[in-house]
């Protein structure tokens, strides 16, 4: 067994960081304050290659592998959750949708500007009456000669009101040759006729994320922008999302190793009763168990990852990288708050905005329930 990142890994991982720590990390609260969103960084992430990793040159992507582009969420992460996140949305779900399943031609003309960082893909699944229980959707799509018609509502897209994002891989209703229902997939692109971004949400943290509801009213597009076999859209979304569980799994090491690593700083510098914070056990053992946590999350979802490069089973292990990985970093988070005292609680100190932001990660993607329904299915004898 071997644990050891490979030298190419190691060597994308430094530049990352670096990246992240110079470049993102200095920005974060300000991006978090105004709800802009870095434009220039997503220039500069793209420049690096970030969004295309795991996929081959010929369609902008990198050629390396899902352990590198897991390393890299982290690293983003660590400075910005919102960013970090992105990489999961844009490449883990949406461009690997485009990847695994799509036409030649879907994948040059829709995953080669993903992949380059030129624009930016959305994945919309949630629907008002359909969250968890994700096959109940009403979306429908009917084949009017060469033209999809959608009609239907997506609720809570990531980054769909970017001002580059071009697309959103949306699940409909469909009938299949004997009139069947079925769901299908679709690359709806943002400017098809139909497609309607209602106003953005107002959330709690991840202000940088344009999130909004899309509305398909007679949303017209072309019949070959059907993403993969007809009857199988549901089963795709499903297989993505694993992927996309191991990334949020990523994000939230990210974020947990951002508040030990503030926590260590504050910890080491603050005085009460003579001496530095960090010499009181209670303080201390809480730094440890953070290692601990952060040390398993970044385990597991390391070993997912690799699991999906070596084109092995991984539904466990994504399962587990995305609900320890969550539960975690909430739990970290707060601990963060409480070493920092007072100061914790305050919008200038780093540890307040990562607990309110860590939050969402138990939710999307399926949220814990969801996964210990995903453990308890294998659990049952499925595995
Ligand atoms: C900021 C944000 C961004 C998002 N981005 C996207 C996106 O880009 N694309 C997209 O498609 N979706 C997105 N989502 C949606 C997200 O994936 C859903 O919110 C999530 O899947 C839960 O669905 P729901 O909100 O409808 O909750 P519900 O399914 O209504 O669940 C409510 C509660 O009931 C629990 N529950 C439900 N069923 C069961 C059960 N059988 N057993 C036990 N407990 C159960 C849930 O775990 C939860 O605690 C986003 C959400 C947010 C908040």
Redesign the pocket.
């Known amino acids: 067994m071997d644990f050891d990142l490979t030298k190419e890994q190691k060597m994308i991982q430094k530049e990352v960081r670096h990246f992240a720590k110079t470049k993102i990390a200095p920005r974060s609260e300000e991006l978090e304050e105004t709800g802009e969103y870095p434009y220039d960084l997503l220039e500069e992430m793209a420049e690096l290659g970030l969004m295309g990793i795991p996929f081959p040159e010929e369609y902008g992507g990198m050629g390396s592998d899902w352990v590198s582009m897991h390393i890299c969420i982290e690293e983003i992460s660590r400075a910005d959750l919102t960013l970090g996140a992105l990489l999961d949305?844009t490449t883990s779900v949406v461009g690997q949708e485009i990847f695994a399943f799509g036409t030649e031609e879907q994948k040059k003309k829709f995953l080669v500007p993903i992949a380059e960082g030129k624009k930016i893909g959305?994945?919309?699944?949630?629907e008002p009456d359909s969250?968890?229980?994700a096959g109940a959707l009403l979306t429908t799509s009917v084949l009017e000669g060469d033209e999809w018609v959608l009609n239907g509502t997506?609720q809570?897209?990531?980054n769909i009101g970017l001002e580059n994002a071009s697309l959103v891989i949306a699940a409909a209703l469909a009938k299949d040759s004997k009139g069947k229902e079925i769901v299908s997939t679709f690359i709806v692109p943002k400017d098809a006729p139909g497609f309607q971004l209602s106003t953005r949400y107002k959330?709690m943290a991840?202000k940088g994320s344009a999130?909004h509801e899309v509305i398909f009213k007679d949303c017209r597009i072309p019949k070959e922008n059907l993403l993969g076999h007809p009857d199988r859209g549901f089963a795709q979304h499903l297989a993505v999302l694993e992927t996309g569980r191991i990334s949020i799994g990523a994000v939230a090491v990210g974020c947990a190793q951002a508040c030990l690593d503030e926590s260590l700083r504050y910890a080491k510098g603050r005085k009460q009763f003579g001496r530095p914070i960090f010499d009181f056990q209670a303080v201390n053992f809480k730094l440890a168990d953070m290692s601990v946590g952060i040390e398993l999350a970044r385990t597991a979802y390391l070993k997912a990852a690799w699991l999906k490069d070596q084109g092995r089973a991984h539904t466990f292990e994504a399962a587990v990288a995305k609900l320890y990985g969550s539960e975690m970093v909430e739990k970290v988070a707060s601990d963060a708050v409480q070493i920092h005292g007072g100061y914790g609680y305050m919008e200038e100190y780093p540890v307040s905005r990562y607990y309110k932001g860590v939050k969402?990660l138990q939710?999307?993607?399926?949220?814990s329930?969801?996964q210990r329904?995903v453990l308890a299915r294998l659990l049952r004898g499925k595995r």
Do not use: P
Not at 122 to 126: D, K, P, Q, V, Y
Not at 363 to 367: K, N, P, R, S, Y
């Open positions: 949305v959305a994945f919309g699944l949630t969250g968890s229980d997506k809570f897209v990531t959330k991840w999130t969402l939710i999307v993607e399926g949220t329930e969801v329904m």
